[in-house]
C-alpha cells in the first residue's frame, strides 16, 4: 500500500509543479470519522493536514492550501487543488466524497424581474421612487393583516391624506409543518379502477385501504378537487400521490399544496405511465425532486383557466384589458388554514404557491401605483391606456404569447402583458374624463335614478345623447360589432401627447380579416406636452353577415418619428 502510494506521489510531483500555479479549485472533503479514531495524530486538524502532505509537491507546506478544518457539521476539510491531486487524494483511505466548490444560482424567480423592474438609479422603480406616497386598496376575499407581506417595517409613515385605521399586530401559533416525508424511496405503485365508484379520480369512500395502504396512488384530475384527493390517498393510508392529466387537462401544469408527497404529471405522461403499470405485475415508483429549471418554457403565456373576453356586458369595450404573472404566485396565506385549504391539514404558513386573478391583480395594482407614483396628476383613464398601450404581444422568446398551442388572441390577452419600464413613458395616452363616463352610462342605457346612484347627480341622458351623437368612450382598445346588415362604422379616438414638444406620429394599421380600415389624419404632430389631437377610424365589412356570430382581430400603432414610442391597440371586430 505504501509503496503504491509513493510512486503515485512521485509522478504527481512533476505535473503539480506545472499545474498547481493556474488550475487551482476550492474541493470540500468529506472524511469518515472513524479514521481519526484510528490513526495515531493527536489533533483533527494535523490529520487533515497529513492527506495533503501526501498529494501536493514537497516543497510546498499542506498549510498553504488547506482553507477550513470541519469539526462541528462534518468531519473533514476544504482545500484548493489541481485535478490530479484530486484524483490521488481519491485514492486514499477515509476520503468518503470530494466536491467542488461550485457557485449556486438561487433557484426562485421573482415576478418583479420577470416583469423587468431592477434596483438602480434608473428605470420604473427609481422613476416613481418606488411608489412613494401611493396608497393601494386590496378588494378579496379576505386579508390576513399580521402576514409578513403586509409587516411595515422599513416603510416611511403612513400619508397624512390616510383616513383608515391600522391595526396593531397579533401573535398566532404556528404548529408542525414537518408531517411531510419525501416518498423518494421506491413505492409500489397503484390505479383503483372500482367499477363506478369514481376510484380513478380517488373520490371521498372510493380508495380501499387494503389495496392502497403504503403504496403510491395514481388519481385522475377531474370530478374533485386536487388537494382533497390527496387527503384522501391519505386517510385510506396511503403514502404519496401521482395527480394524472387527463385529455381535458392536457399538459396544464397547475402547483397545488399538499397534505402528503405528491406530484402532478402531464396528459402524455399519464399515458405512458398507465401503459407501464399494464405491462408489469408490480409497478413501483419514486419521486425525486429534480430542480428548479429556469427560462426553458415560453413565458408569459396565458393561462387555461384566464378569464376570456368578449364581454358580455358591453362587447363594445374589448376585454380582458391586460394580462399579468398570476400563475404559482408564492403569495400571502391566513394562519387560520393549513396551505392546502382542506379543514383536516393542521400545518401552519404564511405563505403558499397561489393562482389566480388574485394574484395577477395585484401585480398590475402595484404597476398602476407607480405609474400614479411617477405622474400623481393623471387620471385613473390615463394610469390604463399607459399600461394597456405598452404591454407585450410577445414572449421572452420575442415570439407571440402562446394560449395553450396556438398563439393568444386578443380575447385572451387584450393589450398584451404588462410591461412596467415601458408604461411609466407611453409618449401618449387617451385619457377620459368623467363627463365622458356619464354619456358613456347614457349609451348603455342607464336610467337617471341608476345613473343617480353612482355620480350623485341628475343627468339628462337624452340632452347628452343628443349632444354626443356617434359617440366612443376614448378607450386604449377599440372593438368594432357589425350588428345584421350594417357594413361600415365609424370610431373616434383622443389621444394626449405626454411625450416631448414637437412630436410626430404616424399610423400603423395590421386591419382584422373581411375588413377595411382607414385612419384619418395618418399623421398627428403635437407641437406641445399636454396637447391632444383626435383621429377618426372607419370601418367597412367586405363580407356579409353569416348566420353564427364571427370574430376577426387586427391593432393600429401610433408611431413617433424615432419609432421609440409605439402606442398600440388591439382591434376586434364582431359579426353578430
Ligand atoms: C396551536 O394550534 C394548534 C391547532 O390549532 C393547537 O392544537 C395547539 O394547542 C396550539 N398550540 C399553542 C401553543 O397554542
Ligand atoms: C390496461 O389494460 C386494460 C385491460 O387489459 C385495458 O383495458 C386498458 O386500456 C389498458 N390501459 C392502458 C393505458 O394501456
Ligand atoms: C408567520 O409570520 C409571523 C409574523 O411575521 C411570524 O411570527 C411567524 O413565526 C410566521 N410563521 C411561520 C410558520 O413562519
Ligand atoms: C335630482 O332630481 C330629483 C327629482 O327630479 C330631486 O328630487 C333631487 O333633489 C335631485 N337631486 C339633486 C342632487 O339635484
Ligand atoms: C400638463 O398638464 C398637467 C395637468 O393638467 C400639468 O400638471 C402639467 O404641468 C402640464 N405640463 C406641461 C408641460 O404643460
Same mark, same amino acid.
Given at each position: 500500500?505504501?509503496?503504491?502510494?509513493?510512486?503515485?506521489?512521485?509522478?504527481?510531483?512533476?505535473?503539480?509543479?506545472?499545474?498547481?500555479?493556474?488550475?487551482?479549485?476550492?474541493?470540500? =472533503?468529506?472524511?469518515?470519522? #472513524?479514521? &481519526?479514531? +484510528? @490513526?495515531?495524530?493527536?489533533?483533527?486538524?494535523?490529520?487533515? /493536514?497529513?492527506?495533503?502532505?501526501?498529494?501536493?509537491?514537497?516543497?510546498?507546506?499542506?498549510?498553504?492550501?488547506?482553507?477550513?478544518?470541519?469539526?462541528?457539521?462534518?468531519?473533514?476539510?476544504?482545500?484548493?487543488?489541481?485535478?490530479?491531486?484530486?484524483?490521488?487524494?481519491?485514492?486514499?483511505?477515509?476520503?468518503?466524497?470530494?466536491?467542488?466548490?461550485?457557485?449556486?444560482?438561487?433557484?426562485?424567480?421573482?415576478?418583479?424581474?420577470?416583469?423587468?423592474?431592477?434596483?438602480?438609479?434608473?428605470?420604473?422603480?427609481?422613476?416613481?421612487?418606488?411608489?412613494?406616497?401611493?396608497?393601494?386598496?386590496?378588494?378579496?376575499?379576505?386579508?390576513?393583516?399580521?402576514?409578513?407581506?403586509?409587516?411595515?417595517?422599513?416603510?416611511?409613515?403612513?400619508?397624512?391624506?390616510?383616513?383608515? =385605521?391600522?391595526?396593531?399586530? #397579533?401573535? &398566532?401559533? +404556528? @404548529?408542525?409543518?414537518?408531517?411531510?416525508?419525501?416518498?423518494? /424511496?421506491?413505492?409500489?405503485?397503484?390505479?383503483?379502477?372500482?367499477?363506478?365508484?369514481?376510484?380513478?379520480?380517488?373520490?371521498?369512500?372510493?380508495?380501499?385501504?387494503?389495496?392502497?395502504?403504503?403504496?403510491?396512488?395514481?388519481?385522475?384530475?377531474?370530478?374533485?378537487?386536487?388537494?382533497?384527493?390527496?387527503?384522501?390517498?391519505?386517510?385510506?393510508?396511503?403514502?404519496?400521490?401521482?395527480?394524472?392529466?387527463?385529455?381535458?387537462?392536457?399538459?396544464?401544469?397547475?402547483?397545488?399544496?399538499?397534505?402528503?408527497?405528491?406530484?402532478?404529471?402531464?396528459?402524455?405522461?399519464?399515458?405512458?405511465?398507465?401503459?407501464?403499470?399494464?405491462?408489469?405485475?408490480?409497478?413501483?415508483?419514486?419521486?425525486?425532486?429534480?430542480?428548479?429549471?429556469?427560462?426553458?418554457?415560453?413565458?408569459?403565456?396565458?393561462?387555461?383557466?384566464?378569464?376570456?373576453?368578449? @364581454?358580455?356586458?358591453?362587447?363594445?369595450?374589448?376585454?380582458?384589458?391586460?394580462?399579468?404573472?398570476?400563475?404559482?404566485?408564492?403569495?400571502?396565506?391566513?394562519?387560520?388554514?393549513?396551505?392546502?385549504?382542506?379543514?383536516?391539514?393542521?400545518?401552519?404558513?404564511?405563505?403558499?404557491?397561489?393562482?389566480?386573478?388574485?394574484?395577477?391583480?395585484?401585480?398590475?395594482?402595484?404597476?398602476?401605483?407607480?405609474?400614479?407614483?411617477?405622474?400623481?396628476?393623471?387620471?385613473?383613464?390615463?394610469?390604463?391606456?399607459?399600461?394597456?398601450?405598452?404591454?407585450?404581444?410577445?414572449?421572452?422568446?420575442?415570439?407571440?404569447?402562446?394560449?395553450?398551442?396556438?398563439?393568444?388572441?386578443?380575447?385572451?390577452?387584450?393589450?398584451?402583458?404588462?410591461?412596467?419600464?415601458?408604461?411609466?413613458?407611453?409618449?401618449?395616452?387617451?385619457?377620459?374624463?368623467?363627463?365622458?363616463?356619464?354619456?358613456?352610462?347614457?349609451?348603455?342605457?342607464?336610467?337617471?335614478?341608476?345613473?343617480?346612484?353612482?355620480?350623485?347627480?341628475?343627468?339628462?341622458?337624452?340632452?347628452?345623447?343628443?349632444?354626443?351623437?356617434?359617440?366612443?368612450?376614448?378607450?386604449?382598445?377599440?372593438?368594432?360589432?357589425?350588428?345584421?346588415?350594417?357594413?361600415?362604422?365609424?370610431?373616434?379616438?383622443?389621444?394626449?401627447?405626454?411625450?416631448?414638444?414637437?412630436?410626430?406620429?404616424?399610423?400603423?394599421?395590421?386591419?382584422?380579416?373581411?375588413?377595411?380600415?382607414?385612419?384619418?389624419?395618418?399623421?398627428?404632430?403635437?407641437?406641445?406636452?399636454?396637447?391632444?389631437?383626435?383621429?377618426?377610424?372607419?370601418?367597412?365589412?367586405?363580407?356579409?353577415?353569416?348566420?353564427?356570430?364571427?370574430?376577426?382581430?387586427?391593432?393600429?400603432?401610433?408611431?413617433?418619428?424615432?419609432?421609440?414610442?409605439?402606442?398600440?391597440?388591439?382591434?376586434?371586430?364582431?359579426?353578430?
Amino acid at each position: 500500500m505504501e509503496t503504491k502510494i509513493w510512486v503515485f506521489c512521485s509522478t504527481l510531483f512533476l505535473c503539480s509543479i506545472a499545474l498547481h500555479a493556474h488550475n487551482l479549485q476550492t474541493y470540500i =472533503i468529506q472524511l469518515h470519522p #472513524q479514521g &481519526f479514531t +484510528s @490513526s495515531s495524530f493527536t489533533s483533527k486538524l494535523q490529520w487533515h /493536514r497529513s492527506f495533503l502532505q501526501n498529494i501536493i509537491s514537497s516543497e510546498e507546506t499542506p498549510s498553504s492550501r488547506l482553507l477550513y478544518s470541519y469539526r462541528s457539521a462534518m468531519e473533514g476539510f476544504a482545500a484548493q487543488l489541481s485535478e490530479l491531486e484530486v484524483e490521488s487524494l481519491r485514492n486514499l483511505p477515509d476520503v468518503i466524497a470530494i466536491r467542488p466548490d461550485r457557485r449556486l444560482e438561487i433557484h426562485t424567480t421573482h415576478s418583479y424581474k420577470f416583469l423587468g423592474l431592477h434596483l438602480g438609479r434608473e428605470g420604473a422603480w427609481f422613476k416613481s421612487r418606488y411608489g412613494h406616497g401611493s396608497i393601494i386598496g386590496v378588494l378579496d376575499t379576505g386579508i390576513w393583516p399580521e402576514s409578513p407581506s403586509f409587516d411595515d417595517r422599513w416603510m416611511p409613515q403612513v400619508p397624512k391624506k390616510w383616513k383608515g =385605521i391600522c391595526q396593531e399586530g #397579533q401573535d &398566532f401559533n +404556528s @404548529s408542525n409543518w414537518n408531517q411531510l416525508r419525501s416518498a423518494q /424511496r421506491e413505492l409500489e405503485l397503484v390505479y383503483v379502477k372500482d367499477g363506478d365508484t369514481g376510484s380513478e379520480y380517488c373520490f371521498p369512500g372510493s380508495l380501499p385501504e387494503a389495496k392502497v395502504h403504503g403504496r403510491m396512488v395514481v388519481c385522475d384530475r377531474g370530478v374533485n378537487a386536487r388537494a382533497e384527493k390527496g387527503q384522501i390517498v391519505k386517510e385510506a393510508g396511503g403514502a404519496a400521490m401521482i395527480l394524472a392529466n387527463t385529455e381535458i387537462n392536457q399538459e396544464d401544469n397547475s402547483v397545488d399544496v399538499h397534505v402528503l408527497p405528491a406530484t402532478v404529471i402531464g396528459y402524455a405522461e399519464s399515458v405512458r405511465l398507465k401503459s407501464y403499470m399494464n405491462s408489469t405485475r408490480r409497478p413501483s415508483a419514486r419521486i425525486e425532486f429534480g430542480g428548479t429549471v429556469i427560462g426553458k418554457s415560453r413565458a408569459p403565456a396565458v393561462a387555461q383557466f384566464s378569464s376570456r373576453g368578449p @364581454s358580455l356586458t358591453d362587447p363594445s369595450i374589448l376585454k380582458p384589458d391586460i394580462v399579468a404573472p398570476g400563475v404559482n404566485i408564492i403569495a400571502a396565506w391566513p394562519q387560520n388554514l393549513g396551505p392546502s385549504g382542506l379543514p383536516e391539514d393542521t400545518r401552519r404558513v404564511n405563505f403558499t404557491v397561489m393562482s389566480g386573478t388574485s394574484m395577477a391583480c395585484p401585480h398590475v395594482s402595484g404597476l398602476a401605483a407607480l405609474v400614479h407614483a411617477a405622474y400623481p396628476k393623471w387620471s385613473p383613464a390615463a394610469i390604463k391606456s399607459a399600461l394597456m398601450t405598452t404591454a407585450d404581444v410577445t414572449d421572452h422568446f420575442k415570439k407571440p404569447i402562446m394560449d395553450g398551442n396556438k398563439p393568444a388572441g386578443v380575447f385572451s390577452v387584450g393589450a398584451g402583458h404588462v410591461n412596467p419600464e415601458r408604461a411609466v413613458n407611453p409618449g401618449l395616452l387617451y385619457d377620459i374624463r368623467p363627463d365622458e363616463y356619464i354619456t358613456y352610462l347614457c349609451t348603455l342605457g342607464y336610467t337617471r335614478s341608476e345613473i343617480f346612484t353612482i355620480t350623485h347627480k341628475n343627468v339628462s341622458c337624452r340632452e347628452i345623447l343628443q349632444k354626443n351623437r356617434g359617440f366612443s368612450l376614448n378607450y386604449p382598445s377599440i372593438s368594432v360589432i357589425f350588428k345584421h346588415g350594417q357594413t361600415g362604422r365609424m370610431i373616434e379616438r383622443r389621444l394626449t401627447n405626454v411625450g416631448g414638444p414637437n412630436s410626430v406620429y404616424s399610423v400603423e394599421i395590421m386591419a382584422p380579416e373581411g375588413v377595411k380600415v382607414r385612419v384619418k389624419p395618418r399623421r398627428l404632430a403635437f407641437k406641445y406636452t399636454n396637447q391632444s389631437l383626435s383621429y377618426k377610424v372607419w370601418f367597412v365589412s367586405k363580407k356579409m353577415t353569416e348566420t353564427k356570430t364571427t370574430y376577426a382581430e387586427g391593432h393600429l400603432i401610433w408611431v413617433n418619428s424615432h419609432n421609440f414610442y409605439r402606442v398600440r391597440s388591439p382591434l376586434s371586430v364582431t359579426w353578430a
